[in-house]
């Protein structure tokens, strides 16, 4: 009996949107987490905010140390939701590859994570240190 050659062609059509949609679903992959980082640090922002926002409002309590110490947890909060999303968005991007769409580095993803981690703590510094000057 003949194979009919139509048939080859139509698996082989299957087999190519099938690799197709593989693709496509993980250029999203890569999107989502990009997306997800992006969150992870709008988050960290938040919490090094509301440490900020704690000092300024209620930094004339006493002692002097009580409201310090909140912001302060609050900032090493916020330093510890940026080394998680830069060790998670990393560790995602490294799995995946990208197909169509081009993926931030994870270098990127580092340098990132590490000047806000910075920012925070200059800003631990410079709470601790406002009674200081001179």
Do not use: Y
């Amino acid at each position: 009996m003949a194979k009919d050659p139509s048939s080859n062609t139509l698996a082989n059509e299957r087999t190519d949107l099938a690799e197709d949609r593989t693709d496509w679903a993980e250029d999203r992959t890569i999107m989502a987490n990009e997306r997800t980082f992006a969150g992870w640090m709008r988050t960290g922002l938040a919490a090094v905010g509301i440490g900020l926002g704690f000092n300024a409002l209620f930094g004339k309590l006493e002692p002097l140390w009580v409201p310090k110490g909140i912001a302060t947890l609050f900032m090493i909060i916020g330093i510890f939701i940026f080394w998680v999303a830069q060790r998670n968005g990393c560790a995602v991007q490294n799995r995946l590859n990208s197909h169509h769409a081009t993926p931030v580095k994870p270098i990127n993803l580092q340098i990132i994570s590490g000047l806000m981690g910075s920012g925070a703590i200059a800003l631990i510094v410079a709470i601790w240190m406002m009674d200081f000057s001179i």
